[in-house]
């Protein structure tokens, strides 16, 4: 069925003036606070800091590149630890000291020699000797070597003697390795990628077929946008998800998991309308239904009328025993069943982006200019952000804070639900577009997502000032919190 059936006859409280008579704020001037590194970015970067540290140390590139894979790239720890006691630094890493090079033993080039790992007999120069004087031959090297970095074991490639704890290098990694070139151009990536891997504040951009990452300069810059359009969360790498915490996404995964997937199809997607029990099946974005059968108006949210002027069908109904294994239940059920609409909202309004361009083009062919008919890709893109920041935000209803009042956020979750439907309806809508309409609801719904973000952050939902310390809920353990934004320590 259509879920725009009749939506004419709806009795909005948007008024076409409501959009001159806000006093919208400007935008403030944000400062990105990361930056994106394509992959010679990053390569640029790892060659000058092993660049500095070989200069400081005077050391081989290959030695200084070794110690920085072994101090995860924190070159501050690493020449700290070097100044403190350099022979304790390499024996403790397992390096071969440069400037301390052991005499190895001089055997006859003639000489028939056996290998400890295959037990066969080589002569000397079939056999490939390192620093610490271990000789193996050239086949159980090649071996040794494909076999470990094939499992991505860079920084633990070790001579493989028995109790010997010297790392190998990459210029003996290359020798060992001879024709090779692939194996070693694959360890050259292993590398690459502990370079991004290790640095607490740069992450791999998720997006499909990218090869970017994102560096933040504090750690409090959670929402980032690589140059290739993926929006991201830096804290956990998943899309953005405001306002919930990455540790309540990460509680809500898991448990959606362990609930099961057996319902959630008829629960998302079917309803039986409230007053002839047919059943509907829902294939547009807007919550606001009209059943074929009978003609019934209803909302899909909480089954309710049509036309119903307070919005209240995202509250949490308050159970008589709210810690009883049912009351939980339904807490669950509740926030599941409007976190799984919204998402369903949210891809079935995909479809109005893939169309937007089309209907820009129709607009400008009528004679609009280009500009003018903006609105629609502009309008699309915010319905977007905000469908997805609802679905979130019933995510973090569920793992309220204590310190959060439930009420003023679900006063505030409703205003904006209410405008988001509003703006769907009129983006969904066939026909000539209203502008004006559109562009004021579209102000309307940024306008109350700027609200609870600004009020969940600013402590006015809690009605007290902005504690940093306090934006986890309350199952985690203080002292041993390390989530994202909101690390807690001395």
Not at 93 to 115: F, T
Not at 390 to 404: A, D, E, M, N, T
Request: hydrophobic residues 35%.
């Amino acid at each position: 069925m259509n879920s725009n059936d009749s939506f004419d006859d709806f009795d909005s409280d948007f008024e076409e003036n409501d959009v001159n008579e806000w006093d919208f704020e400007e935008d403030d001037v944000k400062v990105n606070n990361y930056k994106c590194l394509s992959p010679s970015d990053i390569l640029v970067e790892q060659t000058d800091n092993i660049k500095k540290i070989a200069e400081l140390f005077s050391i081989p590139s290959q030695t200084s590149k070794l110690l920085l894979i072994n101090f995860k790239w924190n070159s501050d720890l690493l020449t700290e630890k070097f100044y403190d006691n350099e022979d304790k630094l390499y024996s403790e890493s397992g390096i071969a000291n440069p400037h301390k090079k052991k005499k190895l033993e001089v055997i006859d080039s003639s000489a028939i020699l056996e290998c400890t790992i295959c037990l066969e007999e080589f002569k000397y120069l079939e056999m490939e000797r390192i620093q610490c004087g271990h000789r193996f031959c050239k086949a159980c090297w090649s071996e040794y070597l494909t076999v470990t970095i094939f499992g991505g074991k860079v920084t633990e490639i070790v001579c493989p003697a028995r109790a010997c704890t010297l790392q190998l290098d990459e210029v003996t990694i290359s020798t060992m390795l001879g024709n090779s070139t692939e194996l070693f151009s694959k360890y050259q990536r292993f590398v690459a990628n502990s370079y991004v891997n290790d640095h607490k504040n740069i992450r791999w951009c998720p997006g499909k077929g990218c090869n970017n990452a994102v560096r933040v300069s504090l750690l409090r810059e959670k929402d980032v946008e690589c140059k290739c359009g993926t929006k991201f969360c830096f804290g956990c790498g998943n899309i953005q998800h405001a306002p919930t915490d990455c540790i309540m996404l990460s509680d809500w995964n898991k448990k959606a998991q362990s609930e099961g997937d057996d319902s959630k199809w008829m629960v998302t997607f079917t309803k039986e309308c409230p007053k002839c029990m047919a059943l509907i099946h829902k294939d547009g974005g807007c919550q606001y239904m009209c059943c074929h059968s009978c003609k019934h108006k209803f909302c899909w949210m909480c089954l309710g009328a049509f036309d119903h002027a307070d919005h209240s069908c995202n509250r949490l109904k308050v159970e008589k025993d709210p810690n009883s294994e049912r009351a939980q239940l339904n807490k669950y059920v509740h926030f599941m069943t409007r976190y799984n609409i919204h998402e369903q909202s949210l891809q079935l309004e995909n479809k109005l982006s893939l169309v937007a361009q089309k209907v820009m083009k129709e607009l400008a062919e009528k004679g609009m200019s280009w500009i003018d008919v903006q609105f629609i890709e502009n309008s699309t893109k915010t319905l977007t952000e905000t469908r997805r920041m609802l679905k979130f935000s019933y995510i973090y209803g569920y793992y309220l804070p204590s310190h959060v009042n439930r009420e003023i956020f679900e006063y505030l979750q409703a205003d904006l639900e209410a405008g988001v439907e509003r703006l769907s309806a009129l983006l969904e809508a066939t026909g000539d577009k209203d502008k004006f309409a559109i562009i004021n609801a579209t102000e309307y719904v940024k306008q109350r997502q700027k609200n609870i973000l600004t009020g969940l952050m600013e402590g006015e939902i809690s009605g007290g000032s902005a504690n940093l310390s306090e934006k986890y809920y309350d199952s985690v353990d203080v002292e041993k919190y390390e989530g994202w934004v909101y690390k807690i320590g001395p």
